[in-house]
């Protein structure tokens, strides 16, 4: 893949659509979020045609904030799993990336900070959408041991939502697929956040 990665989706639409393009503008995946289930599912296709399904997402539970996300190929193969950190997401956003049901990488927020003055101000009526403008936040993905692979940040934008994913270290190339596929859902959760 080419870095940086920018993903694109429209606030004010029903049901969530992110259009994922690589540096040289070449769409490298559609993600479509079903609307109206119980559990949650995403189905990932190779572009906005929507002809090649690539990946399913589908939540484990019906609402929870320890759900886990199972990411599963168009033949139905295990690609691994995403799961949000309840109580320890309240503070900072949190995931945990999944390989064989031990965590292969993490997702969490650079600056946990950015996330509690957010929640405070944007109580505020009109300080509260410049504040969801101009305080966005950035997450980083990282092995268990520290070592950074990739950072993901929210660009300023008030009728879409805008991420640009950048790669900090080589990884394989399944692992990469797999942090993108996490990235993608932690993304339609975090989605109404700065």
């Known amino acids: 893949m080419q870095y940086p990665i920018e993903l694109n989706f429209k606030l004010l639409t029903f049901g969530q659509r992110i259009t994922a393009t690589d540096a040289s503008g ?40 320890s759900a886990n996300y199972h990411f599963a190929d168009a033949n139905g193969n295990d690609w691994g799993a ?12 949190h995931y945990d990336v999944m390989q064989d049901g031990e965590v292969d990488m993490t997702m969490s927020e650079e600056n946990a900070f950015k996330k509690v003055i957010e929640s405070l101000l944007g109580q505020i009526p009109l300080v509260g959408i410049l504040a969801i403008y101009l305080i966005n936040p950035t997450y980083l993905i990282a092995r268990p041991d520290g070592t950074p692979l990739l950072r993901l940040t929210k660009k300023p934008a008030f009728f879409e939502g805008k991420f ?10 399944d692992d990469e697929l797999r942090s993108l596929l996490a990235i993608l859902m932690a993304a339609l959760l975090e989605r109404k956040r700065g």
Do not use: C, H
């Open 26 to 65: 070449n769409v490298i995946m559609f993600i479509k979020q079903k609307m109206l289930k119980l559990k949650e599912q995403v189905e990932v296709y190779s572009g906005p045609d929507q002809t090649q399904l690539m990946f399913t997402m589908r939540a484990d539970r019906v609402i929870d904030f």
């Open 82 to 93: 995403v799961r949000r950190q309840g109580m320890r997401s309240f503070w900072s956003a």
């Open 164 to 173: 640009i994913l950048e790669k900090l270290s080589e990884m394989p190339e």
